[in-house]
């Protein structure tokens, strides 16, 4: 497809506030798009959207599990700027790390439905405008979606089920001239993986089974910077750190070894015994 230019462009972007959204929003505004900033806080939307641009950035308080406040926000879009080019469902959350087993299941369904039926939601509402617009939707998948997910499984199945979405999406909106992307991101420093990983220590150590090129981490400002040139360019799929392309490539091989390593492996299982028995503690998810 043609190069996506987007000076004058108008996109939303959920989970904005801060992090991967944020740094989103600023290399739009670079490029000369108009920005809406949709995130839970108002008010940190609003300074989000003060800091980016006077004119061309305005905050929203929106939540992703809320139909109507999503169909609401797109109104807000439409009405501010005229119609909506670019939707990035950016908003999600991770839980603490646990089994299946320990994991509260009212933390294992806020998972879900933040990160998988909250990106339905933003992109059903937004859809619409998107077609008639010709425009483009980014849905942020992980590189869980195809690494195994042991101690953080609502997560890695939610990011699973958003890669076929968008890899459905793509193909579905092509004879509406409209496009859309899937990224995947390894590790960004970000403060949701900050309270999910750093300020857990058996997080950190479950992390630490990963070889040490792929437990890399990049800037905020470096994935949104990707998903930018992803939606320039059109791109099916947008990774960051690049390297994780071609472990995507390669899962039908990678996986069955790397599933049946962390089965036998002395130090995997004695790290699933100890967040196994996290069941009755605190179970919060972060954002």
């Known amino acids: 497809m043609a190069r996506f230019e987007l000076n004058g462009k108008v996109a939303l972007v959920t989970g904005a506030a801060r992090g991967i959204g944020f740094a989103t ?35 929203i308080a929106a939540d992703v599990t809320d139909r109507a406040a999503m169909q609401r926000a797109v109104a807000i879009v439409v009405e501010r700027f005229g119609g909506l080019d670019v939707v990035v469902a950016n908003a999600g959350i991770a839980p603490r790390v646990a089994t299946f087993r320990a994991m509260s299941p009212e933390s294992f369904e806020r998972v879900l439905d933040v990160n998988l039926w909250g990106v339905c939601r933003t992109v059903d509402a937004a859809l619409p405008e998107i077609v008639r617009r010709q425009g483009h939707v980014v849905v942020i998948s992980s590189v869980y979606a195809f690494t195994n997910g042991v101690g953080a499984t609502p997560y890695a199945m939610s990011k699973a089920a958003v890669e076929q979405f968008g890899r459905a999406l793509r193909v579905e909106l092509v004879g509406h001239g409209a496009s859309a992307s899937v990224a995947y991101f390894g590790f960004i420093e970000t403060e949701m993986v900050h309270q999910a990983i750093d300020a857990d220590p058996l997080a950190v150590e479950l992390l ?80």
Not at 39 to 45: G, I, M, N, T, V
Not at 246 to 254: P, Q, W, Y
Not at 263 to 276: C, G, H
């Open 25 to 59: 929003a600023r290399a739009l505004i670079a490029r000369g798009a108009a920005v809406a900033i949709a995130d839970l806080d108002a008010a940190a939307s609003e300074r989000a959207a003060a800091e980016l641009h006077d004119t061309r950035a305005i905050g």
């Open 208 to 287: 630490d089974v990963l070889p040490a090129p792929l437990r890399k981490r990049l800037p905020a400002a470096a994935a949104g910077e990707a998903i930018v040139r992803g939606i320039e360019r059109r791109r099916p799929r947008i990774f960051a750190p690049r390297r994780w392309t071609v472990i995507s490539l390669l899962r039908g091989v990678l996986n069955p070894l790397s599933d049946a390593q962390l089965e036998r492996e002395a130090r995997a299982q004695e790290l699933v015994r100890r967040i196994d028995a996290r069941a009755g503690e605190d179970q919060s998810t972060t954002a």
